[in-house]
């Protein structure tokens, strides 16, 4: 079985082994001083690429939830994490229409939840790649760049 691998610069590794356990919802399988390791079976992953208008690499990271019940308990879980999280329903993004929850970790890497309700014909315009801390009444929580196209 293969699996994605992914690893983040950071500059507090015990803040964020803090941040990821909560997240992750399990503790490191390797922790060392200068490294840490979760090696998981689930979340399984969802892997996208589209343009980078100003810049490339990664954009954000994700995890994508089969039930809006899993979409709860992860944005719990990011709460715990003491993080801000910005909620989103119904977002038009990326050729779905999802409900979503985006916070940004402590190396500031925007991190997306989300459940699926299905597919649309578009790769939509909302707007929510990037999580605030106050988002203005005007936005859905955690407005802050066109999704998916940034």
């Not at 990326?94 to 500031?108: I, M, N, T």
């Amino acid at each position: 079985m293969k699996r994605l691998h992914v690893h983040v610069k950071v500059k507090n590794i015990d803040e964020s082994i803090r941040f990821y356990s909560t997240l992750f919802g399990n503790d490191p399988t390797v922790v060392k001083d200068d490294y840490a390791k979760w090696f998981l079976e689930d979340p399984r992953v969802n892997f996208a690429i589209s343009p980078g208008a100003e810049k490339t690499g990664i954009h954000h990271l994700g995890i994508q939830t089969e039930s809006e019940d899993e979409l709860d308990e992860l944005a719990e879980r990011l709460e715990a994490a003491g993080e801000a999280v910005a909620h989103q329903d119904k977002a038009n993004c990326c050729y779905a229409l999802s409900d979503k929850a985006w916070v940004r970790d402590p190396e500031g890497v925007s991190w997306e939840t989300f459940f699926t309700h299905g597919a649309i014909t578009t790769y939509g315009r909302d707007r929510a790649a990037e999580p605030v801390t106050q988002p203005p009444a005007s936005q859905a929580k955690g407005c802050g760049t066109t999704c998916c196209a940034a």
